[in-house]
């Protein structure tokens, strides 16, 4: 059974940073693009940030490109977003998220962790 | 404001059908697969649709989708109760990074 589970998340001050965690089993995890997406409370989906199987290709949504680095390990079947200089509008519930083989769609999501930046 | 546009809601009574729509434009629903998603309160989103019209397993075929053109669209029939959700679309946007777009979100109502 492929799962997700994300960690690493809280309340943070503006400007602070935070790194969240996403576990994943059940699959081979090398084998997959990985996602981060957020929802900002009582909103829709928005993506933030992707990497391919190898860490060869890199993605950032503009919202968040020179703030957030993506990072993954293949051998500890783990995905990370380091989010660094957090302002207001980053509070959200983050989700990581599987790519399919074929790139078409999410087809797994963890169950989220939420951050909340706020003085 | 989101890329892809969905009405804000909709509703239908049990055993009813509905359908959610999904606009978008060339550069996105027009040249790539569409992907739908449903969120139950509190929940993760879940994969419905990929490919426009494909289920994963495990989910019903009283869900369908289709895509035409710049437009796409979520059905479901037989309505329940338990498909109270959000419902996304999703998509890429070629003029965009290379992440997915999603609509804003439909909120589904069973009366």
């Known amino acids: 059974e492929v799962q997700l589970v994300e960690s690493g998340g809280g309340l943070v001050k503006p400007g602070g940073s935070l790194r969240l965690s996403c576990a994943a089993s059940?699959?081979?995890?090398?084998?997959?693009?990985m996602n981060w997406v957020r929802q900002a409370p009582g909103k829709g989906l928005e993506w933030v940030s992707s990497?391919?199987?190898?860490?060869?290709?890199?993605y950032y949504a503009d919202s968040v490109k020179g703030r957030f680095t993506i990072s993954r390990d293949n051998a500890k079947n783990s995905l990370y977003l380091q989010m660094n200089s957090l302002r207001a509008e980053d509070t959200a519930v983050y989700y990581c998220?599987?790519?399919?083989?074929?790139?078409?769609?999410?087809?797994?999501w963890g169950q989220g962790t939420l951050v909340t930046v706020s003085s | 404001q989101s890329v892809l546009t969905q009405p804000p809601s909709v509703s239908a009574a049990p055993g009813q059908k509905v359908t959610i729509s999904c606009s978008g434009s060339?550069?996105?629903?027009?040249?790539?697969?569409v992907s739908w998603y449903q969120q139950l309160p509190g929940t993760a989103p879940k994969l419905l649709i990929y490919?426009?019209?494909k289920r994963p397993s495990g989910i019903p075929d009283r869900f369908s989708g289709s895509k035409s053109g710049t437009s796409a669209t979520l059905g479901i029939t037989g309505l329940q109760t338990g498909d109270e959700a959000d419902y996304y679309c999703?998509?890429?946007?070629?003029?965009?990074?290379?992440?997915?777009?999603f609509g804003g979100g439909t909120k589904l109502t069973v009366l």
């Open positions: 990497i391919s199987s190898s860490s060869s290709y890199i």
């Open positions: 490919e426009n019209n």
């Open positions: 060339s550069s996105n629903i027009g040249n790539n697969y």
């Open positions: 059940g699959f081979t995890f090398s084998s997959y693009s």
């Open positions: 998220a599987r790519l399919t083989i074929f790139g078409v769609a999410y087809d797994y």
């Open positions: 999703g998509t890429w946007d070629s003029s965009l990074s290379a992440g997915g777009v």
